[in-house]
């Protein structure tokens, strides 16, 4: 009863938020300056061509007016057609948004081991040596963002030692035909590990330079909380158990101390599905992103506005992960 | 013979500034030993140094801790650890924070058992059962199952005080186990370590400031100032009348039950500052011994 009641609030406050996500992209690709019609003419259009284009694609109505006609059709699922791919979102969309999730995913994994590899090694560690140089490189990677770490994995791993691909998602010399657009999860569950590798080589790259700054941000937040754990009296009278330290810092101190982290990580996730726009264009990755860059060159207000809301869900999505797993973790907060 | 002797015992900060100044302490097998002294006395750092939980600014810095003849500092880390972990257990200060918050109670109570010292799992469920029988817990299969934030704190110390008598260790140090209690629950608390203590036959060192406590639960006693032994006797020669000046005081600054309206007597200056001139006379001779 409970349950469903909370479900029905998040249900309620997630449609709340898509609209205004809506709304937002809908008046601000439109009072920006330029517009589709502009990119499709040719220079010299006279102004009846413009005309007549803007009445063809709805153009010339009010932005209420234009607003209402699409989240009619949104509500029937129909999200209009691309002006410049001519083909209907939603299956552009849907099409590329596996490629994005991969990534994003796969970045997120590397992220939380990473991060919390280094945070329970310098717990263990503290004060010695160990602990300083894992500060030094969690300072290092959180002090450049993304994308120039893309361009220094490009210049490391794939020009002066070139062992990762550059650019797209897959090799086509490889020849294999998906039946899904989860390339990455279906050659999993094929068992096709010379695929899993080809798609690892080229998703290592594009999901570390997203990684690395995530992971610094655990490691930092994650290794304070544990610190603080750490002089707790549970944690003195395990040690008079017979516990060892490394067991007493996974068993006693890590659960108390992920909570937030947890919330961090959930937060920081959604600006790792951000970032993904970037990396995408930088590693030619064919995903949500970069098509996403395209639509708003050209000026593609249905792809846009496509893109946008799939992203708003995506966030509203994971955030309600987050608040589920902060629950399950947190026996204080299951009764409540 | 004893079963824990500390002989000549040092521990200081990092700095130099010494916590333990030669302390030397036997605890009987069964025996209760309580230790009192002001805040700071060094009587909590006693009990860590013997459990090997000191402060990572705290270092031994010389004597001997002897476990059943068994030099502690010459076994390794992993050794020491598990011998304490077998022999001697920790009745800890504040029941709300010693228990895991994200842990049930049983497996904090089975986990010694089980991880380290080799039961079988149920073998240990059962053995936990019994004790929270023991210490009076009405329903301690339900209580097994529960979080720490479901029970209350004179329940949690009675959950910490069966799990330090889970082992049957030899020794259990008690460090101040009912100060963070409201007033009628230390009682009961009291009570039950002495029951508890005297049907298992464990030897106990009591860490306490209350020398009220100390009458109804321990059969000797050592005090303690700036981290040195002042006086070490049995309870009815000490409250017949201890033999040093700053004992006297300690116990005249005692609270009386039978005279609740009595104005309290604080330990007198000049007694400080006698027992302050004994401290700097002893770190003079320590460093005469030092540089000789």
Known sequence: MQIARALITRLITTLVTLLGAAVIVFVVIRVVPGNPIAMMLPPGATDADIDRLKALYGLDKSILEQFWIWIGNVVQGDFGMSITLRQPVYDLVIGRLPATLELSILALLIAVFLGGAAALTATLYRGTKIEGGIDVAGGVALSLPDFLWGLALILVLGVLWPLFHISGRVSPSLGFEFGSNFYLFEALARLQFNVVGDLIAHMLMPALALAIPLAAIILQLLKQSLKECMHDDYITLARTKGYSESSIILRDALPNAILPTLTLIGVQFTFLIGGTVIIERLFSYEGLGNMAIDAVINRDLPLIQGIVLVFALLFTLVNLVVDMTYAALNPRLRHA | ?292
């Open chain 2, 1 to 292: 013979m004893s079963f824990l002797s500390i002989r000549d015992l040092n521990v200081s900060l990092a700095n130099g500034a010494p916590l333990l100044r030669r302390v030397s302490l036997d605890v009987a097998a069964g025996e209760v030993r309580a230790l009192v002294g002001e805040s700071g006395a060094g009587k909590s750092m006693i009990g860590k140094a013997v459990l090997g939980i000191l402060p990572r600014a705290a270092k031994v810095t010389g004597g001997s801790i002897q476990l059943d003849g068994e030099d502690l500092e010459t076994l390794s880390p992993k050794a020491r650890r598990q011998r304490i972990g077998a022999r001697v257990a920790l009745i800890p200060q504040d029941p709300l924070t010693a228990l895991n918050p994200s842990r049930r109670v049983g497996p904090q109570i089975t986990d010694r058992l089980v991880d380290i010292l080799g039961w079988k799992r149920a073998e240990a469920e059962a053995r936990a059962l019994e004790l929270l029988e023991e210490v009076h817990i009405q329903a301690p299969d339900r209580v097994m199952k529960a979080y720490p934030h479901e029970l209350s704190g004179g329940m949690r110390q009675r959950i910490l005080i069966a799990s330090a008598f889970a082992a049957e260790p030899k020794l259990i140090i008690a460090d101040e186990p009912t100060t963070a209690l409201d007033v009628t629950v230390q009682k009961q608390i009291l009570k039950l370590i002495r029951e508890m203590q005297q049907r298992h036959g464990t030897a106990l060192l009591f860490v306490t400031h209350d020398l009220g406590v100390v009458s109804k639960i321990a059969q000797s006693l050592t005090v303690l100032y700036a981290g040195k032994v002042i006086e070490e006797t049995d309870i009815k020669a000490f409250f017949a009348g201890p033999s040093h000046a700053y004992s006297r005081a300690l116990l005249a600054a005692t609270p009386k039950y039978t005279d609740p309206d009595g104005s309290l007597t604080p330990v007198p200056d000049s007694v400080i500052q006698a027992v302050e001139a004994e401290i700097a006379a002893f770190d003079a001779g320590q460093m005469g011994t030092v540089r000789a």
